[in-house]
């Protein structure tokens, strides 16, 4: 299949740069001086990338992104934007765009995004045969975020959703495992019945058991009335284990026999119950770890575990951060029905350039924060938390020549160690795959630095 890249630059000498530069990387390009120029084409060849600048005599970029938007839908654009005027460069997300690159830029870095671009455009057709496939509507529109991860987040959830089988979502804390469970379920064949949501580690092993299974009238001291469980209450549906790393050891035996069995006996009762619901359960914790550890039972992990759905950490999503911090700020304004329309360049700044440890609930609340104290009509630097507005980025090598930055080994391992573990989502076990060490090194380095088990 053609690879052709379309570039629109009104310079003509940074034209000829980007036009060597990709064309050394391999891709087949058509130049044009202007959006209109663009269009022309766009209606008369298939085109893969439109790569194009912002500022441009006649039609802009902004504009452009729109066109393409409207009539080209599946043609994803890339918008080129100078370093500090991150307020374009997010009216363009907003006209959908798919991504920005901000000069100056290197050539490698350039070809990158549009490779990354391509496999959009790829995997945008995929979904949209998949769905015409299964004549399924867009299950997945409260999911915001365009980047290419989360583009393949939405294409592997469309295609979880076709199936009946059990789910495991996993993910840091925050990354919207259980918006991705709703969203399964609002795209599968269950979607007309209920979606139940229970948090395992919210209620006491007893309790939880029989919220699960149900009971009959007298059974326990106040059970004065029997009471059907969700498994089999939510039939036809689907039932989310929220939490599942914190199931009771005692109950885990319990729940893989009724999931396997796909029947469940309410507390007290000599009778099986038949359930049909879909089980979709979530956790942040490392289950491999817990096995390990013996907390979680290994026959239950490969029992749920049949399709599996990784939220990416927040850090990995690129400019979805300003995509969703718009959002929170629509949000966050409306609620508080105050005008603030944006975000500020420095603040976007900011948001690109933190790690998110509490990903999109941390982003969410700093935002919101934010739209509540600003006087102005976007959130400003100043505006958000000290650890977001203060956040030096660690680098593990430093650079430059200068004695005075150079740092002890042991400095370096530590931050290296801290790297990989960021990188691996804190997930230890994978860390130290990495690292080449055994998982016991690893706990005692960490304890070393201080860093305490979450
Ligand atoms: N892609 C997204 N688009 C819009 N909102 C999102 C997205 N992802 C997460 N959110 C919002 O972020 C918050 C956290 O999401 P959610 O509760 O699904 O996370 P989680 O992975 O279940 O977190 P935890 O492990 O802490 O339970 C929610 O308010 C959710 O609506
Ligand atoms: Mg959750």
Not at 155 to 163: D, K, P, Y
Not at 321 to 344: D, P, T, Y
């Amino acid at each position: 299949m053609s690879q052709h890249i379309l570039i629109v630059d009104d310079d003509h000498a940074t034209l000829r740069l980007i036009e060597l530069g990709l064309r050394s990387e391999g891709f087949e390009l058509t130049t044009v001086p202007s959006a209109t120029e663009a269009l022309r084409v766009l209606s008369e060849r298939e085109v893969r990338v439109v790569l194009t600048d912002l500022n441009m005599p006649g039609m802009s970029g902004v504009e452009l992104c729109n066109q393409v938007a409207m009539a080209h839908p599946d043609v994803p654009v890339l918008v080129i934007t100078a370093f500090g005027s991150m307020e374009s460069a997010i009216s363009a997300m907003r006209s959908g765009a798919f991504d920005f690159v901000t000069k100056p830029f290197e050539i490698e870095a350039l070809a990158l995004a549009v490779r990354r671009a391509v496999k959009h455009h790829e995997l945008r057709a995929e979904v949209r045969r998949l769905r015409l496939a299964v004549g399924a509507g867009e299950p997945t529109h409260d999911l915001i975020g365009m980047s290419p991860t989360m583009a393949e987040v939405r294409s592997l959830l469309t295609r979880v959703a076709m199936s009946d089988a059990t789910v495991l979502v996993t993910g840091e804390t925050g990354t919207g495992k259980e918006v991705a469970a709703r969203a399964i379920h609002a795209c599968s064949k269950r979607s007309s019945s209920p979606f139940v949501a229970v948090n395992c580690a919210a209620l006491p092993e007893a309790l939880l058991e029989a919220e699960l299974v149900g009971h009959v009238r007298g059974a326990f001291t106040d059970a004065r009335v029997s009471r059907t469980g969700l498994l089999v209450s939510a039939s036809g549906g689907t039932l989310f284990l929220d939490e599942i790393g914190d199931l009771p050891l005692g109950l885990q035996p319990k729940l893989l026999r009724i999931v396997e069995q796909r029947q469940v006996r309410p507390i007290g009762s000599n009778t099986e119950v038949p359930f049909d619901t879909r089980i979709i359960a979530a956790t942040h914790r490392d289950l491999e770890s817990a096995i390990e550890d013996g907390l979680f039972r290994e026959d239950l992990y490969y029992r749920l575990n049949v399709l599996t759905v990784a939220m990416p950490p927040l850090r990995s999503r690129g400019g979805d951060v300003l995509l969703l911090g718009q959002h929170f700020v629509r949000q966050a304004a409306r609620a508080a029905s105050k005008a603030v329309q944006g975000i500020s360049g420095s603040a976007a700044a900011a948001l690109l350039n933190y790690p998110w440890p509490g990903n999109v609930r941390e982003l969410r609340n700093a935002v919101e924060r934010a739209v509540a104290l600003t006087t102005y009509d976007s959130i400003s630097l100043d505006d958000l938390p000290d650890k977001i507005r203060g956040y030096q980025s660690r680098h593990v090598i430093v650079a430059g020549d200068d004695l005075s930055e150079l740092v002890p080994l042991e400095e370096v391992e530590k931050r290296y160690i801290l790297r990989v573990l960021e990188a691996a989502g804190g997930n230890k076990s994978v860390a130290a795959q990495k690292l080449g060490v055994n998982r016991k090194t690893l706990y005692r380095k960490l304890a070393a630095y201080g860093v305490v088990d979450a």
